[in-house]
DNA sequence: GTCAATCTAGCACACCTGTGCTGGTTTGCC
DNA sequence: GGCAAACCAGCACAGGTGTGCTAGATTGAC
């Protein structure tokens, strides 16, 4: 056997192309050739690596969704709850250049998973699992005493996905509407205010 | 001159169809010979009255926008206040048919503008709309008793804006986590709740 | 060195795209 | 009727696309 370890690298070199042409020209521009371009390859040798170009769009999610996800862990290891909880949901949206980049990124994927089974599928999956962790934060706010004692979590819970991911799409759509600063000073307002109780109350 | 009333039932006619392409496929399959097709014209016909397919574009976003603009027009006659700011809001959401339609193809609009200077301009300019909207149904809800006397209804605003968006979004993108009832609750909450005090606060 | 697995490179095909252009057809005014 | 403007239809060109395929280069085990 010849080289198992560079094969990876490779991968990896190309999924970076893809990101960079994501980033630069959204989904639609990351053709196989430009790809292959962009990682300083010929078509033939990215498509060795990945037999078709839906192939290649769905790892380059999937490894944006393990990049995302290694960085919440990291966050999710700070001792302070309070401290925790913001760490965490700053993670998942775009407040920082390096998140800018990947929510730009996978707002493209989103949009394409509309018409695209495949990544469909990727895309709902990694959006239930936001949503359970989104949950696993809602009850640390409860046991913070930030929750009304009868709050539905799953319901409080909901609306603070709703509103991440609020601030999050006009963030990158409609920068002229919302700064970073702003956004953050809204989600610490939504999450210690007393904007957390039941809908039923 | 020969015939100028039907030329606009023409562009209607064909923006129709770009339409109905954008909500079944999305932009990229809104080729000008697809429009054609589904509006059952030559190629040639359609760039009679749309000399570029980007011109095409964008009288199809404005003509969108018109149409939302005109529904919310007839929401805001509504007498009572609280009915009214609820009627409104609702007409800015996917909660039926129609408005989903609408902001289906809405959504198409916008992530396209991410990459085109043109579509950015009109759907910058939509946004500062929604939002000047917005604030005016927060000064309403001042009058209404439901605000803190001291919060800032600019922001305030831009977090029921980024709350609309986000249930918006959720639900064009990820219906598996959000029904059109849970949305509507959801507002309901945020909007008559105790949920609109000051960030400062 | 030998050799086979692995990787790279790129040609070729069929298809779709926007748009320039050139004819034909219909329309309503005079 | 005649005529010009408005409209319709579609060909043609120069691109870009995904992917099948073949041929060469590189690599590491033996």
Sequence with gaps: MVRTIDQEARRREIVDAVWRILERGGLEDASVRKVAAEA??????????????????????????????????RAAAEPDVRTRVVAMLTELMPLRDDTTRELRIWLE????????ENLAAIVAEQA??????LTHVVTGLGE???????????????????????????????PALLTRERAFALLESFVFGHHMRNAAE
Excluded: I, K
Excluded at 46 to 61: D, I, K, Y
Excluded at 128 to 133: K, L, N, Q, Y
């Design 144 to 174: 913070l005493g930030h929750l009304c004692p009868t709050a539905d979590h799953d319901e409080v819970a909901a609306g603070l996905n709703a509103f991440v991911d609020g601030l999050t799409f006009e963030l990158l759509t409609a």
């Design 109 to 116: 994927f989103v949009h394409r998973s509309r018409f695209d």
């Design 40 to 73: 300083g390859l010929a078509t033939g040798s990215v498509r060795h690596f990945f037999g078709t170009q839906a192939e290649l769009h769905a790892f380059a999610l999937r490894s944006l969704s393990e990049r995302v996800g290694e960085r919440v862990r």
């Design 128 to 133: 239930a699992e936001v949503r359970r962790f």
